[in-house]
Each structure stands twice: as C-alpha cells, then as structure tokens.
C-alpha cells in the first residue's frame, strides 16, 4: 500500500528547530543599524521586552514604534516566546518584521524551553553580541544562568573582556543590555560582584538595560552610580525609549 500526501497528514513536533523563512535577522539588521547611524550624534533606541504569547499587543507596540519618526532601531529584550516552540518564534519573528527600523533580539529564559535555543541560533544568531551606532557600543548579554544548571560561562566573562577594547576607535561610550539583571532568580548571583566589576570597566559606560521581571524598574543596583532600566512585558503595553546625545542620554516610558 503507497501512502500519497504524507506531507499533508502529518505536522512537526512543535519543538522540531526546522523552519521556513528568515534567519540570521540579527546580523542583517545590525549591519543596518551601522549604516543607518553612522555619523550621528543623536540616536534614538527603543527597548521592549517579553512579548511571550501576547501578539495583539506585540502588533500594537509595533504599529507604535512605526508611527514615531524619531527611532532608530529596537532592541528586544527576550522572551520573544512562552514556551520555545518554532512555531511561536515564527508567529513573533513575523510581527517583529513589520517594524519599520531594524530590530535586533536577545535570548530569553523561556526562549530556551524545549529545543528553543537551537531554534534562536539559527533564526537571531549567536546569545552574546555587540554592534555600535554612531559611537555608541551596545552590548547584548545572555545572563539566563539557571537555563545551563549554572555548568556554562553564563554571563560569558571572557566574551566581556574582548568587547572592552575590540572595535575600540569606533566607540567611547557603552551600554550593556540583558535579559534578567543581577539578583533575579535567573542570574548566576554567585558571580553578581564580578559583573559589576566587568560591567564598570566599559568605556563610557552609561547604563543598563534589562527584562525579564514584567515591571517597570530604574534602580542602582550596586550602589555605584550606574542604573539599571527594566522594561515591562508587552501585556502592560509599554516600553522604553532612550535618547542618547552627545553630552548624555534621557529615557521616556512610551505607553500604547
């Protein structure tokens, strides 16, 4: 017995890594931020984060990015799904492309679920990055420590310490991006001193950013002087813009 259209009787596994369409969206899109930025002295980033399963709201928030003229790109601060599934990465990769500017995402604890990070290697790219706009270094960190049992170089001190003087005559100033900051639950704690450490020696280092904890935060961790922005998931339908010129930067919660 010949069994014909197979290919219609059955699905993937909904943690199956393989998927149709676009892949490797973060290094396209920083190579256009480049482009885009270079030479100012005024950029304009926005930053949202946890859009999990909540895609009316992730469509709203992309509606109002597209209707401010003034943003340059965007960074995603994880959590882009609930559960890792490929077909969630591609119902939120689909959304994520009506924005008008480039955007670029990090990993998320619930990113990993499954066969998750597989899944965002290949469709978003390597869990540490960096790029610079204008003269700017952005650089994006996985810190979802307990997703490795803490047996992984989690946040990556050495992927740190070749981002403090590579590309060093492009940039004088820094900000460090992350999904779960120190002191949540999703940190490694245990090295929390020693990312400071790490995280103050950047040049022109100007702030922090981060998700993961569903609420709006603007706290000086450590004491030292340097902030920690969170943003909200999208269910509370807000996110962060930041102004950085060239004698600093200003932030604005954006509500939609």
């Known amino acids: 017995m010949t069994l014909v259209g197979c290919k219609d009787w059955f699905d993937y596994h909904p943690y199956d890594a393989r998927f149709d369409g676009e892949s490797g969206i973060n290094a396209k899109n920083i190579g256009r931020i480049r482009q885009a930025c270079d030479g100012k002295d005024t950029i304009r980033m926005a930053f949202v984060s946890d859009t999990h399963g909540w895609y009316g709201d992730t469509k709203d928030m992309v509606a109002d990015i597209n209707r401010r003229d003034s943003i340059d790109f965007v960074i995603h601060g994880g959590d882009l799904t609930d559960c890792g599934t490929t077909r ?130 603007t706290e000086d961790i450590y004491g030292d002087g340097l902030v920690y922005y969170g943003a909200p998931n999208i269910e509370k339908r807000s996110y962060f813009l930041f102004t950085i010129t060239p004698t600093g930067y200003s932030h604005e919660v954006i509500r939609f």
């Not at 047996?151 to 005559?169: I, R, W, Y």
């Not at 490694?188 to 709006?216: Q, S, T, W």
């Open 88 to 217: 969630e990465y591609e119902w939120v990769r689909d959304v994520l492309a009506g924005i008008r500017v480039p955007y670029v995402a990090m990993i998320g604890n619930h990113d990993f679920l499954g066969t998750g990070n597989e899944v965002y290697s290949v469709m978003y790219g390597p869990v540490d990055f960096s790029f610079i706009a204008g003269r700017v270094k952005f650089v994006c960190l996985n810190t979802n420590a307990t997703e490795y049992d803490y047996l992984a170089a989690v946040p990556n001190f050495d992927f740190m310490g070749k981002q403090l003087t590579e590309d060093s005559a492009l940039f004088d100033r820094t900000v460090v991006c992350m999904h779960a900051r120190p002191y949540s639950e999703q940190f490694n704690n245990n090295v929390a001193n020693a990312f400071e450490y790490y995280v103050n020696r950047f040049p022109g280092i100007m702030f922090c950013v981060n998700g993961h904890d569903h609420c709006l935060q």
